[in-house]
């Protein structure tokens, strides 16, 4: 399965992004997938995650202004940025697993997906 990021760019504080990942095996559907960031120098963090039924899981740094959803029928997984600020700025993967039914998000502990994208840069500055 091959995953690819799009949307990513260079925002004022307080702008919005939509990120899309094209997931092109279905089978990931059924599973866990999600969305981390990472900055150079530091480590990899989760920022958003939803399992097969479509519950979503957040991290604390970006409950209640990110959103993350998935259009089954498009094969996209998607995660809507709102409010951003400059500490948002990273590179963002989507990531999947083919075995990860359980998709609770803990601050700070990124899965070991099977797969993941290339990522897209999202940089937020005035």
């Known amino acids: 399965a091959q995953l690819e990021e799009s949307g990513g760019g260079s925002v004022q504080p307080g702008g919005s992004l939509r990120l899309s990942c094209t997931v092109s095996?279905?089978?990931?559907?059924?599973?866990?997938m999600g969305w981390f960031r990472q900055t150079p120098g530091k480590d990899r963090e989760p920022v958003a995650q939803?399992?097969?039924?479509?519950?979503?899981y957040y991290a604390s740094a970006v409950k209640g202004r990110f959103t993350i959803s998935k259009d089954n029928a498009k094969k996209l997984l998607l995660l809507q940025m709102d409010s951003l600020e400059p500490e948002d700025t990273a590179t963002y993967y989507c990531a999947a697993d083919s075995t990860l039914i359980d998709c609770t998000l803990v601050d700070g502990y990124v899965f070991g997906f099977d797969v993941r994208g290339q990522g897209t840069q999202v940089t937020v500055s005035s």
């Open positions: 095996d279905d089978t990931y559907r059924s599973y866990c």
């Open positions: 939803i399992d097969g039924d479509g519950h979503t």
